[in-house]
Structure formats: C-alpha cells, structure tokens
C-alpha cells in the first residue's frame, strides 16, 4: 500500500519481519531491491479494546537500490488510523448483528461519529 510517496509493508509477526529485515531477506514488492533496516517510522497512540492505549513504533526498511522507504505496519494496526484493527472489527460485528453505532460506541468506549464513519465506509465498500 502506498500513502503519500510511502510504502507501507504490512506484517503479521513483527519479530520475524525484524529477522527478515537484520539478514537482508526481505524484497521490495513493487521492484524486488533488498530491503535494509533504517530506524524507525514515528511514535504513535493507538486504541485498543477497553479504552487501552497502545503506543507502537512500526520499523522502517529503505530499498538498497534507490533509498526509497518502506513502513513495516503490525497487521494488528490500521494504516493512519487511531484504533487497531480488533476494536473496528468489533464495532463492525456489532453492526452486523444489529447494533446501532451508538450502542456499539458506548459498549467500546469510542467516539459515536468515528463508529458511525466505520459502519458507513464498510456499507458502501
């Protein structure tokens, strides 16, 4: 996935693609270059089920052809979202077993207009 010149690798076990990454194993899906580790991609606050905050901080790999970088997102996150994929998975079953957003934001402790913004864009999608 590609956001605003970023590419964004999407990875289920963060300490295998770490592995991965420190033995130059990892490829460039769009050109196939070695992916090299580089830091890492800016602190950020999620929120997870029960009002939990999550403070992650994804690894960042820089192509060893032309020094592009990539973003190593944890699949359990959302890409420049607040929530982690777990609680809008939550909200979204909650509407399909026909709870209103407004149940379904007061059962998960999230804004009523975020929840509402889910249930619309998953109903059109």
Do not use: N, Q
């Amino acid at each position: 996935m590609s956001l605003m010149g970023w590419t964004l690798i999407e990875v289920i076990d963060v300490v295998a693609a770490r592995r991965a990454l420190a033995g130059r194993v990892l490829r460039c899906a769009g050109c196939g270059a070695v992916l090299a580790p580089w830091g890492h991609a800016r602190a950020r606050t999620v929120y997870d089920l029960d009002a939990a905050r999550v403070t992650v901080r994804p690894d960042r790999a820089r192509r060893t052809g032309c020094a592009a970088t990539h973003v190593l997102l944890d699949a359990a996150l959302l890409a420049r979202r607040g929530y982690t994929v777990r609680m809008v998975g939550h909200a979204l079953a909650g509407a399909a077993r026909g709870e209103t957003h407004r149940e379904i934001a007061d059962r998960l402790d999230a804004p009523v207009g975020t929840v509402r913004g889910w249930i619309r864009r998953a109903r059109v999608r």
